[in-house]
């Protein structure tokens, strides 16, 4: 085999292989543990208009010890209820989780009133940790 | 070739496992609550309804004490009871702090819910436990004031249950809307909560 086409096909397997290796078994690093969503201002009027796009994920998720706290802003001018709480126009909600649990919540700012949190366990296996890698770029490739 | 990917092997599988082992940052500091926190802190909407202690049931009555607020009605089979065990569990852990700490729980369900209904079911769990009742459009007007959704099943025997907003409202000592503890908190959360709002 030429020397070249050698160092093409090490490459071609290797960096994946590596790729694997460190996505699987390197920490995880967050920049923060809190996740944050705001409700836009003038969101009120447009649902009042009859605007029914949805302006926040209708399920978001969490994972413990990564990013388990929700922090929610209310940008609009009306209050908002959001998540278990009440929200002033102006204020935010930080809202840590400590039990890997569904929660559902009663949701002003969605089309359908409802507000779904899904905390996940912290990833400790390698395989849960390549899985969180990967949503996490996915959701912020879609973002 | 073998020897080739063997040589790689060696020399890149344990550099990247060294790195995997390399230590995280330090995470970020613990939340300081364990309950939900607004912020920025405002005073806590009025309640214009009747206690059942046979005061009127303003907040402002509880100024320096911290007031833990919820909504639900007395013939709530499963999520009004564990708040109430809840809380009054966490009144008990808080020892003489306790004196210090309110809890107001308000009907969802004033058709059936009087003061002498809501007093002897809130007294079950606690006797320093004070309901708010009043008209239904007085009900409405503290629900929608705290967000508070409730709807209404009516049963094939004519009964009716209330499914409702379960979170707890924490008001600290000056009367601001400080935190919320959403439902399914246990005693020592509550504790943990209350023992920093009656230091603050």
Same mark, same amino acid.
């Given at each position: ?9 090490? /490459? ?10 460190? #996505? ?7 920049? +923060? ?5 705001? /409700? ?8 009042? #208009?009859?605007?029914? *796009?949805? /302006? ?20 609009? $001018?009306?209050?908002? *209820?959001?998540?278990? +709480? ?5 204020? +935010? ?6 039990? #890997? #649990? ?9 089309? +359908?009133?409802?507000?779904? /949190?899904?905390?996940?366990? $912290? !990833?400790?296996? !390698? ?17 | ?14 550099? =990247? ?17 364990? =309950? ?18 046979? %005061? ?13 607020? =919820? ?10 009871? @564990? ?31 009087? =003061? ?21 459009? %007085? @009900? &409405?007007?503290? %629900? ?12 094939? &025997? ?12 924490? @008001? ?20 943990? &909560? ?7």
């Amino acid at each position: 085999m030429r020397p070249g086409l050698r160092i093409v096909l090490l /490459i071609a397997l290797g960096l994946p292989l590596l790729a694997v290796l460190w #996505a699987g078994f390197a920490p995880i690093h967050v920049a +923060s543990r809190e996740k944050l969503f705001e /409700i836009p201002k003038g969101t009120y009027a447009r649902r009042s #208009a009859g605007d029914l *796009v949805e /302006i926040l994920p209708s399920q978001i998720r969490l994972t413990l010890g990564l990013e388990d706290v929700l922090v929610l802003r209310n940008l609009d $001018e009306v209050p908002q *209820v959001f998540g278990p +709480s009440i929200m002033m126009p102006g204020q +935010s909600l930080r809202l840590p989780f400590e039990r #890997a #649990a569904r929660y559902d919540f009663v949701c002003t700012a969605h089309v +359908s009133g409802q507000l779904t /949190i899904l905390v996940e366990e $912290e !990833p400790v296996m !390698p395989w849960s940790k390549i899985r969180w890698r990967v949503r996490e770029w996915w959701e912020k490739r879609e973002a | 070739m073998r020897a080739a990917i063997h040589r790689f092997l060696l020399a890149w599988v344990p550099a =990247a496992a060294l790195a995997a082992s390399a230590p995280a940052p330090a995470p970020a500091a613990a939340p300081v609550l364990k =309950a939900g926190v607004l912020s920025p802190a405002m005073a806590a909407p009025a309640l214009d309804l009747a206690g059942t202690d046979g %005061q009127p049931l303003g907040l402002e009555r509880f100024r320096g004490k911290v007031v833990l607020l =919820a909504f639900g009605f007395s013939n709530c089979g499963n999520v009004c009871p @564990i708040t109430l065990a809840t809380l009054a569990g966490a009144r008990k852990k808080l020892g003489s702090d306790a004196a210090d700490v309110q809890v107001v729980y308000v009907t969802v369900d004033p058709e059936r819910d009087d =003061a002498a209904q809501m007093r002897k079911f809130l007294g079950s769990f606690d006797a320093s436990f004070i309901g708010g009742v009043g008209t239904r459009a %007085q @009900i &409405d007007a503290a %629900q929608k004031n705290y967000g508070i959704s409730s709807t209404k099943t009516v049963h094939a &025997d004519g009964g009716y249950s209330i499914g409702h907003s379960s979170s707890i409202y924490l @008001i600290d000592r000056a009367g601001r809307l400080a935190a919320v503890m959403p439902y399914g908190h246990p005693v020592d959360d509550f504790v943990h &909560d209350l023992k920093i709002l009656l230091r603050g």
